[in-house]
């Protein structure tokens, strides 16, 4: 990680097998392992809270049937009545994500979603899902939308490709926005942690100082923990947004 | 992807790290490496296990108790609706029999009224006409017992003149006592 004179930032996203020579043939890192843990999580955590089925809903209980209906909410709010039929998928890749970003906050552990490998996958499924379903309710016509309505017709051989490019980039920037945002904080996290052990090493001078990287670490941690909502929410959104459209006529 | 602060102080920070960590590359970006490969296999498999738990298990889980407690929060609420609205009927029944009773007491009272006031008005011409009776017999008494008392009266009064003059001139003069007595009751009468 780091030694006297340098900060090996990127060391804590590199995948290392697990289970020996058994995890090195079936190719599982960390990274899978700590997805399964992420999913473990939120399952238990929707056991558990609905297990007593009551009626008057205790504190973990309300907490998963809010998480249900925040979810509902966002998926039939947006994407309307049909909304329902997506909302285990937008649920799944909320919680996914969410319990990834937050898992990766504890030491020791994993972020899954800092691996632009994990989040394009999930950025593709949302797009040819989107197109999927835009076929099955638009049928081919759905590439209409290609062509701005209004726009005069001498301006198609500009606009058409420039609307195809701007459909092309969604899983790019869905994908991107995600892995940037985690990378950005766990980088930030690792160099003021490690300016805190460097300056641990100059004396008495740099025990009072080393405070201040381990302020800003607070301070980042905290803000890791909003980002890290805010960036499912996001994924999960913008997955409303491009089913809605794919299933709106 | 915006140049936010945030990115622009992470990038800047990635920028300053000493050669050996960016000689090394981003391990996200060795895309030859076959664990990275495998995480995507892994994590896909992943994802559809938890999408199918999700969606055949633990969603319709949590929607069965929401849509339980809305289904009894609603009985509850048809229930109460049901009670307010028999309460409200049975109120107004009362009120209904109330009023009915009060009209029936007041229509009993009235009823009672007129036949007391009829018994105490038969009872007090009964009384008068009693009283009027009486009257009348005391009336006929009172001449009878003045008339036989005017009768014994010139007895008495003869009698007590001829006592008065036996005793004054030594003789009764009976039948001249008896003569002045008639005549003097014949001038009262």
Not at chain 1, 12 to 35: A, D, K, Y
Not at chain 2, 16 to 44: C, E, H, S, T
């Amino acid at each position: 990680m780091a030694n006297e004179s340098k900060i090996d930032a990127l060391g804590q996203f590199e995948l290392h097998p697990i289970l020996g020579s058994v995890g090195e043939t079936l190719r599982l890192s960390q990274s899978p392992l700590f997805m399964l843990i992420a999913v473990g999580l939120v399952l238990a955590f929707l056991y558990f809270g609905m297990r007593p089925s009551a009626v008057v809903p205790g504190r973990l209980q309300a907490a998963a049937e809010m998480s249900y209906e925040f979810i509902r909410d966002l998926a039939v709010g947006t994407i309307g009545e049909k909304g329902t039929i997506f909302f285990p998928f937008i649920f799944a890749l909320f919680f996914f994500i969410l319990s990834g970003n937050y898992l990766g906050l504890l030491p020791f552990s994993f972020t899954f979603t800092s691996h632009i490998a994990v989040t394009l996958a999930m950025a593709l499924t949302v797009f040819i899902m989107a197109i999927l379903v835009s076929l099955r309710y638009q049928g081919i016509g759905f590439v209409k939308h290609f062509m701005p309505e209004g726009a005069p017709v001498t301006l198609a051989p500009i606009l058409i490709p420039i609307e195809i490019l701007s459909y092309l980039s969604r899983p790019v920037s869905l994908s991107i926005r995600l892995f940037a945002n985690m990378v950005a904080g766990h980088v930030l996290l690792e160099v003021f942690a490690s300016f805190t052990i460097m300056l641990a090493g100059l004396g008495v001078i740099g025990h009072v100082l080393a405070v201040a990287p381990v302020a800003i670490n607070i301070a980042l941690t905290a803000l890791e923990l909003l980002v890290g909502l805010l960036q499912a929410y996001v994924f999960a959104i913008l997955t409303c947004i491009y089913l809605r459209e794919a299933v709106a006529h | 992807m915006r140049l936010t602060p945030r990115f622009l102080l992470s990038a800047a920070s990635l920028a300053a790290l000493p050669g050996r960590a960016l000689a090394a590359g981003m391990p996200q970006l060795d895309f030859k490496n076959p664990l990275l490969q495998g995480q995507v296999v892994w994590g896909a498999l992943i994802f559809i296990g938890f999408y199918i738990i999700l969606s055949r298990s633990a969603l319709p889980k949590v929607e069965q108790v929401i849509k339980a407690r809305v289904t009894r929060i609603q009985n509850d609420l048809d229930l109460a609706r049901a009670a307010k609205k028999a309460a409200d009927q049975a109120r107004q029944e009362l009120m209904d029999a109330r009023q009915k009773a009060m009209d029936h007491a007041h229509a009993n009272i009235l009823t009672i009224q007129e036949a007391a006031k009829a018994a105490t008005e038969a009872q007090l011409s009964a009384t008068v006409q009693r009283l009027e009776a009486e009257i009348r017999e005391s009336e006929l008494n009172i001449r009878l017992a003045h008339d036989k008392a005017n009768e014994s009266l010139s007895e008495i009064a003869s009698d007590t003149a001829s006592s008065l003059l036996l005793q004054v001139i030594g003789r009764d003069g009976k039948e001249a006592v008896q003569k002045a007595v008639k005549r003097v009751q014949h001038q009262e009468v």
